[in-house]
């Protein structure tokens, strides 16, 4: 029996769960990195075009906060998304859920980049932009929470947050792919060029993202969620009802937990690239090159926080991320606007390394807080909310707040988020760890 017990121990060190679970977590990271790709083109368009070229020209300003608002319009369709998607994904399963999520992502995506802009069209090319930017929205707030869920559910005991950082990377997979891409272009093609047509390749390109996607979530088998006694978690008709009857608490404390790493992300990205390029006239492929640099130590971040979150607790790490965050914002202004590129590179860097600490450990912590039955829902709803209060009108915000008072008001902004997730997750029992098992 002892040395039964023993091989069995020895099976889950090392790398060994990695590789008996290769296609889930192939499948959580590939899906998740698709649908961020077709999401931060988004942003990076928004920094660097869709402001002249899909709104009146009453100012430079007034047009780039008229792109900033449409960015947040997606921000507001996801809790709608989490809440459809997760409906059926507790009640019908994971697979099916997120193959369809990917394609209203996808479809979404490749439509922006056939749209026929402001001069030819008028107020028509705002309003489909927004309608797109709506069904993005809605598909990736169905998306992260099947593929965390994906994840954790299949995770061997002491391994979910290792298990839940593989869907994060997908987010500085997708950034890499998509600023890269970017770059690659501001490279071959001229200014006039690339504001005519070469901003919709990377649009159009999404097609052949979402087929690999979809590819790979086809050979999937579904996971099917247990409930804390080993049995299959009966579905409900509503699930909405029920997380909000008797998991308001819990839902309300995971909310407040996400807030910090949507603000730190988006102004260190899509807000960072707009005020570089334009306020501070630094040319937009050495920004993007620094922004690819910086994006890489996100990376990191989120898998030293997996590491340690299964040493101690997801909990314990995103306090002491949302404490470093609170730094972050303090050096905003200081740094982003010391009129060196290898300051700012270096403030880039700390923040979304930082952003990697209070993003990676979410994967593990937000499922641990809600029962099989309702899992899906709440997670995705915790979490897209939380998107909104921290990151859909993040760039928005700080337009404004930089031309009122400067960078150290945005960088406020920041201290201000992480503060909220301290609180969200100090209301947290120490103990939140449900036992839950595929």
């Keep these: 029996m002892n040395a039964r017990t023993d091989a069995e121990s020895r099976q889950v060190r090392g790398f060994e769960p990695y590789r008996r679970n290769a296609r889930v977590l192939g499948a959580s990271l590939v899906g998740t990195a698709v649908e961020f790709y077709d999401f931060y083109i988004y942003a990076t368009a928004t920094a660097l075009v869709f402001g002249p070229l899909f709104f ?91 593929a965390a869920l994906l994840a954790v559910e299949s995770a061997p005991p002491g391994w979910r947050a290792r298990f839940g950082m593989f869907p994060q990377l997908g987010a500085p ?28 390749l990377p649009f159009l390109l999404s097609s052949v993202l979402v087929g690999l996607g979809l590819w790979i979530r086809f050979r999937l088998s579904d996971s099917h969620a247990l409930d804390a006694t080993g049995h299959i978690a009966p579905p409900k008709a509503i699930p909405l009802f029920e997380l909000f009857k008797g998991h308001l608490r819990q839902t309300v404390a995971g909310t407040f937990a996400v807030v910090a790493c949507f603000a730190i992300y988006y102004l260190t990205t899509a807000f960072a690239l707009g005020y570089g390029t334009g306020e501070l006239g630094y040319d937009r492929q050495d920004f993007l090159g620094v922004q690819l640099f910086a994006i890489l130590f996100m990376a990191l971040g989120i898998v030293v926080a997996g590491y340690a979150a299964d040493r101690w607790s997801s909990r314990s790490v995103l306090l002491f991320g949302s404490l470093c965050a609170i730094g972050v914002g303090i050096a905003m202004g200081p740094m982003l606007g010391a009129g060196s590129l290898t300051v700012i590179a270096l403030f880039l860097a700390m923040g979304l390394f930082t952003m990697g600490l209070v993003y990676g450990p979410l994967a593990a912590l937000l499922p641990q807080l809600f ?59 120490r103990n939140t760890e449900r036992d839950f098992t595929v």
């Design 56 to 146: 009146p020209a009453n100012s430079a300003s007034a047009q780039q906060l008229a792109a900033y608002a449409s960015f947040a319009i997606a921000f507001l369709a996801r809790p709608i998304g989490a809440t459809f998607f997760g409906h059926f994904g507790d009640r019908v399963g994971r697979k099916s859920t997120l193959v369809a999520s990917l394609m209203l992502m996808g479809g979404a995506t490749v439509a922006i980049g056939f749209l026929p802009t402001y001069q030819s069209i008028g107020w028509y090319a705002p309003l489909l932009l927004c309608v797109l930017r709506f069904g993005q929205g809605l598909g990736l707030g169905g998306e992260w929470g099947g």
């Design 173 to 200: 997979l997708g950034f890499l792919a998509a600023n890269g891409l970017f770059l690659i272009l501001s490279g071959l093609l001229s200014e006039a060029q690339f504001i005519a047509w070469g901003w919709r």
């Design 371 to 429: 029962p099989a039955r309702v899992r899906y829902t709440g997670s995705s709803i915790a979490f897209n909310v939380g998107g909104i209060l921290g990151g859909g009108f993040a760039p928005a915000v700080a337009q404004g707040l930089v031309d009122q008072g400067g960078l150290a008001f945005v960088g406020l902004y920041i201290s201000g988020a992480a503060v909220l997730t301290l609180v969200g997750l100090l209301s947290l029992s």
